[in-house]
Each structure stands twice: as structure tokens, then as C-alpha cells.
Nanobody, 124 residues
Framework: QVQLVESGGGLVQAGGSLRLSCAAS????????MGWFRQAPGKEREFVAT????????YYADSVKGRFTISRDNAKNTVYLQMNSLKPEDTAVYYC?????????????????WGQGTQVTVSS
């Protein structure tokens, strides 16, 4: 079992920044890829960013590329999402997830553990 706990969400004005954290406990964290997804009201959960087990390989949704940065600290069992230049359309509940594999992945069904989510609200 793996437990994932997100933190760092909140209310921010457009153009501002937030840093989300996802702390993992339980099963070993470091061999697995990790991802961030988000879900806005009335919409499907969508991919945001992913990182492989080493932290060297990342991939982003086009909507956040150049504004968001995913990183990880395997010694701290934590993955981060730095979000800059936030827009109102970034408003959503953000979830971190653990992949079944060591590589990065944008595919939801390749993730087997999910956190409870943290709300991010961007005001215009």
C-alpha cells in the first residue's frame, strides 16, 4: 500500500504562483514514476505533468508547458508541482498519483495509487 498526501493548494490571483507537494508513505516510492492530474467542476480528470523514477525525464500537458514544473526528491519521498503564471482556467482539484511503472506516463490507467486532492483556485 502507498499513501499519498497532497498539500500546498489555495487561492491565488491570476499571474501568481503556488507549489504543490505530494508526500508518499508506505511502499517504496523511488522506483516509480509519478504524475499530477487535475479535475475541474463538471469536467473529466486530466493529465497535467509526469516524471520518471529518476527525476530526469518529464512530460507536460500542452496547457501547462512552460508554466509548471514537476520535480521529485526521492530521499524525502516527495514529488512537487511548481505552478507559475497561473490562470483562472487552472482552477481545479489537483491529484498526485503513483505509476505502476518506472517511466513517465500521461495515461490515467497506468496509475494505481492516488492522493485525496488539493484545491487550487485562481481568481481573475
Amino acid at each position: 500500500q502507498v499513501q499519498l498526501v497532497e498539500s500546498g493548494g489555495g487561492l491565488v490571483q491570476a499571474g501568481g504562483s503556488l507549489r504543490l507537494s505530494c508526500a508518499a508513505s508506505g511502499r517504496t516510492f523511488s522506483p516509480y514514476g509519478m504524475g499530477w492530474f487535475r479535475q475541474a467542476p463538471g469536467k473529466e480528470r486530466e493529465f497535467v505533468a509526469t516524471i520518471d523514477w529518476s527525476g530526469d525525464d518529464t512530460y507536460y500537458a500542452d496547457s501547462v508547458k512552460g508554466r509548471f514544473t514537476i520535480s521529485r526528491d526521492n530521499a524525502k519521498n516527495t514529488v512537487y508541482l511548481q505552478m507559475n503564471s497561473l490562470k483562472p482556467e487552472d482552477t481545479a482539484v489537483y491529484y498526485c498519483a503513483k505509476s505502476r511503472y518506472s517511466r513517465k506516463s500521461a495515461v490515467r490507467n497506468q496509475y494505481d495509487y492516488w492522493g485525496q486532492g488539493t484545491q487550487v483556485t485562481v481568481s481573475s
